[in-house]
């Protein structure tokens, strides 16, 4: 039985460490794509393009253009090829660097990673999501490497919106359960082999960290501050929550993120807050007991993060709505199949309902 773990070459986490970029694409390449989201393009371009510069490494800036498409992607690649880039770098949030990530490899050229947020896991990964141009869920672009370094800059980080840390929560939230389903069904993860020990004991301190850390470092996130629990919680949210679901497994959460961007009132939500509602939905589908259930909500109500289908903007949960989620999560090629027990759209269904309802119970509205 083959068993994998992956992770990025090099991840680097401190304050100030984006300025250092031109010393470590250096490294790989000598002509940059640098691509940026919106707001790194307007605070970051000019001090990048000294820098770069001072460095002797051709600087081509590039603005994200908002989804990890296919259309965005192939985009990409012709600049790419028109000013000979040998190196691709990515700055900002996870669709961006997703879409550099997926460039660097239809261009066969290394990859540097530089999230300006700590909201996802996906900086880590050998994984890219694609979505259509209307921002729904195409597939899963599995990538045969990880990205050679990952710098995560805490001055830039600790500035962000403290909804996109808090959505970062959410994303990491899953990874020990989905990481545990998968090791009980000996399933395989996104590598196409079977969970490491490893990778597990990863996840699992993703978790602990994130229930003994993540409100301290919510209410210091707000004040725009990095203390000891903010550092611990990026650190959480990107890498062990990276290696953990990679190398550990996905299971229901992230399906069920997935299904839930066929209901278009929930696309103004962001990835984590889905996966965090996904959780809850794991959690009764695997009728976890009520001690675990009640940690995990009493961890989303402290932070902010979504236990119920009114709060990702799902007012009106019809039957017909949340069966086509069940369905969309329950396809044949989804993660959902992880779990240690058989699952179709009805065992989906009843389990998002359950989910909502225990959600609405805890929030007073039952």
Not at 80 to 99: F, M, P, Q, S, W
Not at 134 to 160: H, Q, R, S, W
Not at 329 to 337: K, L, Q, V
């Amino acid at each position: 039985m083959q068993k994998i773990i992956m992770s990025p070459s090099r991840y680097v986490q401190g304050a100030g460490e984006v300025g250092k970029l031109p010393e470590h694409v250096g490294k790989f390449g000598t002509s940059a794509l640098v691509l940026m989201s919106g707001t790194m393009m307007r605070t970051k371009a000019d001090e990048l393009k000294s820098n770069f510069e001072a460095a002797g490494i051709k600087f081509i800036p590039e603005k994200f253009n908002g989804e990890c498409s296919k259309v965005e992607i192939e985009r990409l690649q012709k600049i790419v090829k028109a000013n000979g880039c040998d190196v691709v770098v990515g700055i900002g949030g996870g669709k961006t660097l997703d879409t550099a990530k997926s460039v660097a490899y239809y261009e066969k050229t290394p990859v540097v990673i530089a999230p300006s947020i700590a909201s996802t896991d996906a900086p880590c990964s050998a994984l890219a999501v694609i979505y259509t141009e209307d921002g729904i869920f195409d597939e899963y672009l599995v990538l045969p490497k990880n990205p050679e370094l990952v710098i995560m800059d805490t001055d830039i980080i600790k500035d962000a919106p403290a909804r996109l840390f808090v959505s970062g929560m959410g994303d990491a939230l899953a990874t020990y359960f989905e990481a545990q389903a998968t090791m009980d069904s000996n399933g395989t993860t996104m590598s196409g082999a079977h969970p490491t020990k490893s990778a597990l004991a990863l996840a699992e301190l993703c978790y602990d960290t994130l229930i003994e850390d993540g409100l301290k470092a919510k209410l210091a996130i707000e004040m725009k501050v990095c203390t000891p629990a903010v550092e611990n919680v990026i650190e959480a949210n990107t890498y062990l929550s990276g290696v953990g679901f990679e190398s550990g497994g996905l299971a229901a959460a992230h399906a069920v993120h997935n299904g839930l961007t066929v209901l278009t009132e929930c696309h103004h939500m962001y990835h984590g807050e889905k996966v965090a509602f996904g959780t809850l939905v794991q959690l009764i589908m695997e009728n976890r007991s009520m001690d675990e259930i009640e940690e995990v909500i009493d961890f989303c109500l402290s932070v902010g993060l979504p236990i119920t289908l009114g709060e990702l903007g799902c007012t009106e949960p019809t039957p017909e709505k949340i069966m086509a989620v069940a369905v969309s999560a329950s396809d044949p090629g989804e993660t959902i199949h992880n779990e240690p027990f058989d699952v179709d759209a009805d065992v989906v269904y009843a389990a998002i309902m359950a989910a909502d309802a225990m959600g609405r119970l805890y929030l007073g509205d039952f």
